[in-house]
């Protein structure tokens, strides 16, 4: 059983930057690959970025590219999103999501989530 716990959402101004954190329970979390999702408001949840287990893997999906880094400290149980030049259209509850694997996941199919934070980009 994984627990995970994100923080760093927040309001900010069109442009800036927030990083957000994914503390996750147990001692084996360096066996699990990561993930970030968002949902905004009347939309579906979508893959913003995802980490193998070792962090040498990553994928960012094609409106966060350049703009966001996902990236992972096993000795610290924790996962981050580093997110830069944020627009208004970033606006959503953001979700870290954890699964048992080696390798990158970028379907859905995440066995654990955290509650989400939400994160605003005013104009």
């Known amino acids: 059983q994984v627990q995970l716990i994100e923080s760093g959402g927040g309001l900010v101004q069109a442009g800036g930057s927030l990083r957000l954190s994914c503390a996750a329970s147990?001692?084996?979390?360096?066996?699990?690959?990561m993930g970030w999702f968002r949902q905004a408001p009347g939309k579906g949840r979508e893959l913003v970025a995802a980490?193998?287990?070792?962090?040498?893997?990553?994928y960012h999906a094609d409106s966060v590219k350049g703009r966001f880094t996902i990236s992972r400290d096993n000795a610290k149980n924790t996962v981050y999103l580093q997110m830069n030049s944020l627009k208004p259209e970033d606006t959503a509850v953001y979700y870290c999501?954890?699964?048992?694997?080696?390798?990158?996941?970028?379907?859905?199919?995440?066995?654990?989530w955290g509650q989400g934070t939400q994160v605003t980009v005013s104009s």
């Open positions: 999501a954890a699964k048992k694997s080696g390798i990158v996941i970028i379907t859905p199919q995440y066995d654990y």
């Open positions: 147990g001692r084996t979390f360096s066996t699990y690959a």
């Open positions: 980490i193998a287990w070792s962090g040498g893997r990553t």
